[in-house]
């Protein structure tokens, strides 16, 4: 395909895209496009003819986009958010402010670093705009290659991962197998892994670096959990699930820590690993963070190496 031809490609096409792409529907795309239906017709006709690729199969309701259509239209999506990503921070720095940045972040002792970071950072920038999305490492990367996130802190879940994204280690992150104050193996001194694969357990999802743990932990002795299992993401389910039944959890230490403290957790003191995999910064290879996320990262960076300091 010459470049000529997709050279042609507008932003007002990617806009028609976009649209049709949600409504499935000509006519109201072109009453959203402020264009009569045969024009727009005429627009997607265009589209295709510069790609060489009819895109959408004509229904006798409506548009249903082809794989090279489903692929086009996340192109489109994608050039469209960064538009206005774009035209929300010029005018923002027109203004005399400091632009907008999203972070995605990982919980447990990421969050606590995460915390001091952008306290600081917002004493260094009053005017910027944070926005901090907290998921799982492998929801995050999805966004970050999607770039609806501009930084991240987490971790890789897959080796294949370091091709496409640039990862720099900012700490470890200890663990403590914990449950309710109530639980019968509270006070109990090192209770062996039979006795803890007997308890119901909750766990964090199978794609997360957390879960890993876990199961490595019963399955390199050749262990299974025999008991009821509880998946999810969220600790604040996790921690009203163990303060109301007998359930065990391996949560990051920082993390549970405070819970531990004002009576809410306690600690199960197994002898089970208790650190996983370091957690870090991680951006798109080959795109420089932009100005706003340079701050954080250096801020972020400093408060690390200050931690590892003390510690």
């Known amino acids: 395909m010459a470049a000529a ?32 239906q045969p024009a727009a017709t005429k627009v997607l006709m265009d589209i295709e003819e510069m790609l060489a690729s009819r895109l959408f199969d004509r229904l006798p309701r409506g548009m249903r986009p082809n ?4 692929f086009t239209l996340r192109y489109a999506q994608a050039a469209l958010d960064s538009h206005r ?45 944070v926005k901090v999305l907290e998921q799982s490492s492998d929801q995050l990367i999805l966004w970050l290659a999607e770039r609806k996130i501009d930084v991240m802190v987490g971790r890789f879940t897959d080796a294949s991962q370091r091709d496409q994204f640039q990862y720099e280690e900012l700490a470890g992150e200890g663990l403590q197998i914990t449950a309710g104050v109530h639980h ?27 879960r890993k743990v876990s199961e490595d932990i019963f399955s390199s002795t050749g262990l299974s959990l025999t008991s009821g299992i ?18 065990l959890s391996l949560q990051p230490a920082a993390l549970v820590e405070k819970y531990v403290r004002r009576g809410l957790l306690t600690r199960i003191a197994a002898d089970v690993p208790d650190r996983m995999p370091g957690y870090g ?22 408060l690390a190496g200050q931690a590892t300091a003390i510690a």
């Not at 999203?102 to 915390?115: V, W």
């Not at 910064?281 to 400093?302: D, H, S």
Request: net charge neutral.
């Open 230 to 247: 509880v998946e999810t993401p969220s600790f604040l389910f996790a921690l009203e699930l163990m303060q109301s039944t007998d359930m």
């Open 184 to 210: 019968p193996l509270r006070g109990v001194q090192a209770p062996g892994l039979l006795e803890l694969s007997r308890w119901p357990w909750i766990l964090y999802p199978p794609s997360t670096a957390l």
């Open 281 to 302: 910064l991680i951006t798109l290879q080959g795109e420089p963070p932009g100005t706003a996320a340079q701050a954080f990262m250096e801020v972020i960076r400093n």
């Open 85 to 129: 990503k774009f035209v929300d921070e010029f005018s923002t720095l027109k203004q005399g402010g400091h632009g907008h940045l999203t972070i995605g972040a990982i919980s447990g002792s990421a969050a606590h670093l995460l915390i001091a970071a952008v306290a600081e950072l917002q004493r260094l920038r009053p005017l910027l705009v």
């Open 5 to 36: 031809q997709l050279s042609r490609l507008r932003f007002r096409h990617l806009q028609f895209l976009d649209i049709l792409g949600r409504t499935r529907n000509l006519r109201l795309t072109a009453e959203q496009m402020h264009i009569t």
């Open 67 to 70: 794989e090279l259509g489903l």
